[in-house]
């Protein structure tokens, strides 16, 4: 091996001893990542992602709540990068889980949502996100990125004399803005409600988070439901209102008028009608024809 060799081997090598290699990996992490409350605070704990120079395109959370020492409150969906929610936040035991997508996919550091909760009892614990949490790469496959979690700890204290803080109810009260506008679609398939006619919608709400839909066929009363929702009046007739509500109370409405098929059910009714008018017709006039012929006889 000549010096120039040895040299460029030399240099290679003292290259990846000292210089380190990035590995990326996504991220799910809480934040803050420590805070001190009192007994029945409500505070909030933000879940969040950065990707690393990945591009995601969906997110499974699984996060262990200590519920000895916490009251699980709700979960705020308000910002969030997901935009299409396949299973919706819920708790169940100690656990807080969610999966959701981001169509499009996303690189960068955003939030997944807040996690509202109240201290019960005086105590040290920590919020961890569990086995089963992912995140998939936005590639064909779906292929599973390589991840890190970090998690959050806390400090309840005795209950002070003064008045619970209560962060949640302030971030309710700032919000006076209502949920983004959208549109109703109706759609039939084979493989929805067995072929049956039904609507879908979907809006977002960028401050608390949206709470609910509640949906009205023509007359019928309001009712609370989801997307797909299966419409009870199957002949299209009725229009269609969807009212989607956030956590702080503020509604957005939509509204469609379904484009009615005219069938024969429809037009026989009319077409009975359309006959018994006209014998009537017809008999007022042969009566009156009638009645004119016997003047014109007995004159």
């Not at 990945?54 to 262990?64: F, K, L, V, Y």
């Not at 309710?172 to 072929?195: H, M, N, R, T, W």
């Not at 026989?268 to 006959?275: C, G, K, T």
């Amino acid at each position: 091996m000549n010096f120039y060799k040895f040299l460029q081997v030399s240099l290679g090598i003292l290259f990846c001893v000292f210089v380190p290699v990035r590995a990326e990996a996504s991220v799910l992490y809480l934040m803050p990542q420590s805070q001190t409350i009192y007994q029945g605070d409500t505070f909030l704990v933000e879940v969040r992602i950065d990707t690393e120079g990945e591009e995601i395109n969906a997110i499974e959370g699984n996060i262990n709540l200590p519920l000895d020492l916490l009251e699980f409150i709700d979960f705020s969906k308000g910002e969030s990068i997901l935009s299409l929610w396949v299973k919706e936040p819920g708790i169940s035991d100690n656990l807080l889980s969610f999966i959701g997508g981001i169509p499009g996919g996303f690189k960068g550091e955003e939030k997944i949502g807040r996690i509202i909760l109240k201290g019960k009892m005086e105590g040290k614990g920590e919020i961890n996100f569990k086995e089963g949490s992912k995140v998939l790469l936005n590639d064909p496959l779906g292929t599973p990125a390589k991840l890190s979690t970090f998690g959050a700890n806390f400090t309840i204290l005795a209950e002070k004399l003064e008045a619970p803080r209560d962060q949640w109810l302030q971030e309710l009260e700032k919000d006076k803005i209502p949920p983004e506008p959208f549109e109703i679609k109706i759609g039939k398939s084979p493989e929805v409600f067995e072929g049956k006619y039904f609507i879908a919608f979907s809006t977002i709400d960028k401050q608390t988070g949206i709470d609910h839909y509640e949906i009205k066929e023509g007359k019928r009363d309001w009712k609370r439901g989801e997307s797909p929702y299966l419409l009870v009046d199957q002949s299209l007739r009725n229009k269609i209102l969807v009212k989607a509500l956030d956590k702080a109370g503020n509604e957005r409405m939509a509204e469609i008028i379904p484009p009615y098929k005219v069938t024969w059910k429809d037009i026989i009714p009319w077409i009975i009608l359309a006959v018994i008018i006209g014998l009537v017709i017809w008999r007022l006039i042969i009566k009156k024809q009638q009645a004119r012929r016997s003047v014109l006889r007995n004159f």
